[in-house]
């Protein structure tokens, strides 16, 4: 069974902080009020911050499906 972590598409987040809020494990900062930036480490796959996303911005995948979080 593979892993699954949350990703965040720097393109679509609008920097709200509801990511950040709900993430149980403290994975999700706000890059320089930029976008938000998942540390791929501390997050778990829970999937809240999916949830707890207004813009949509975050995505639940499998471990090295999607590119890792870039910053601004």
Same mark, same amino acid.
């Given at each position: 069974m593979a892993k699954k972590k949350a990703y965040s598409d720097r393109n679509i987040c609008v920097s709200c902080g %509801?990511? /950040?809020?709900?993430?149980p494990r403290e994975a999700i900062e706000i890059f320089k009020g930029c976008h938000a930036v998942v540390d791929l480490e501390k997050c778990v +796959?829970? +999937?809240l911050c999916y949830r707890a996303c207004p813009a949509g911005a975050i995505s639940i995948?499998? /471990? +090295?499906?999607? %590119? %890792?979080? /870039? /910053?601004?």
């Open positions: %509801a990511c /950040v809020l709900d993430c +796959g829970c +999937g995948s499998d /471990v +090295g499906k999607e %590119a %890792a979080n /870039v /910053v601004c």
